[in-house]
């Protein structure tokens, strides 16, 4: 502080500020409620934003779930149709060039196998030994 009239700076260093007890304690009293009040709103917030989050995972959920239902539907429908006879045959006759056996017809093994018949026990059901190539040992002794 500044004296004026005498033109000298008077200082005051005897002047101590201290908190007095009894205004910290109002201080609290006023700004408790509102921090309280803060923090319900705080909480409030937070548990409509959790709410909404959860209702978008609810949805995409449901969304995955119908995708997948129909995925599953369509492999049952490919499964019927891949295990139908009727359409194996189509398959085999047009892709593979396969014909249908006529009761009399033989079908011959082809000449480079050599089939062990002796431990069979019904005929033309053997094991295979070797394949047969003359001159050359086999890697199936």
Avoid: C
Wanted: proline content about 8%.
């Amino acid at each position: 502080m500044l004296d004026l009239a005498a033109g000298i700076e008077a200082r005051n260093y005897g002047l101590r500020t201290s908190g007095d007890p009894r205004s910290v304690l109002e201080y609290l009293k006023v700004i408790w409620p509102l921090f309280v009040i803060a923090g319900a709103l705080a909480f409030h917030v937070w548990v409509h934003s959790q709410n909404i989050q959860v209702g978008y995972w609810s949805q995409e959920l449901s969304a995955q779930e119908r995708e997948l239902s129909q995925t599953g539907q369509q492999l049952m429908l490919q499964q019927r149709t891949l295990e139908d006879p009727k359409w194996l045959e189509a398959i085999a006759r047009r892709s593979l060039g396969m014909i249908t056996l006529r009761p009399n017809q033989i079908i011959p093994a082809p000449p480079s196998m050599n089939w062990d018949t002796s431990t069979s026990e019904t005929p033309g059901s053997g094991r295979l030994l070797r394949p047969f190539e003359p001159g050359k040992p086999s890697a199936f002794n």
